[in-house]
């Protein structure tokens, strides 16, 4: 049970640096990179916001259903969103090319979310909950911390080339980690 909790708390470390350290450089690329306002970019986000809620929503009984593979798709699903940004992601343009990897995205964190919560609770004793949750808690600021470092220090040393252009060097280890957390 040790083990199987100090994997699913790495998991979560790893996933929350790709989740938060994206939201960092989605929001610069989108307001810096792209001119939107704040506003427009909190749209834009609220795409990533409704594919988070559907999966969300059937999380409970896809896990059920598929077990630990429902999170290892979503990591795949997320990852899949951010190729597709990548390789829809430039200095100009309509937004509109940016929906659905924004959408696969979301979904793919939406898969993830919950399961790794129960995954790492689910092996400890009742007991030791309380413990094991507010690890968990300190793993997930954590990973939001160390990703937002590492992911912003990629972003600015790669920003001479422009900000569409650090974005997407950004997604390229971005699209590993939800991969990793998956494993």
Do not use: C, K
Request: proline share 5%; hydrophobic share 55%; charged share 5%.
């Amino acid at each position: 049970a040790d083990r199987a909790v100090s994997a699913g708390l790495v998991a979560t470390g790893v996933f929350y640096a790709a989740m938060a350290s994206f939201f960092v450089v989605l929001a610069l690329y989108l307001q810096e990179g792209r001119g939107l306002s704040a506003l427009g970019s909190g749209a834009v986000f609220t795409v990533v916001g409704a594919g988070y809620l559907a999966a969300s929503m059937m999380g409970p009984a896809m896990t059920a259903r598929l077990g630990r593979q429902w999170p290892a798709l979503g990591g795949v699903v997320m990852a899949a969103g951010y190729v597709a940004l990548a390789l829809t992601s430039g200095p100009h343009g309509d937004v509109l090319p940016l929906l659905l990897p924004l959408l696969l995205a979301g979904v793919g964190m939406g898969m993830l979310t919950a399961p790794l919560t129960g995954i790492v609770l689910a092996q400890v004793a009742p007991d030791q909950a309380g413990t094991v949750s507010g690890l968990q808690s300190t793993v997930v600021q954590l990973g939001n911390s160390i990703g937002v470092a590492v992911i912003g220090v990629l972003f600015f040393n790669a920003v001479n080339g422009g900000i569409p252009h650090a974005f997407q060097v950004s997604l390229i280890p971005l699209t590993a980690l939800p991969l990793a957390a998956a494993v």
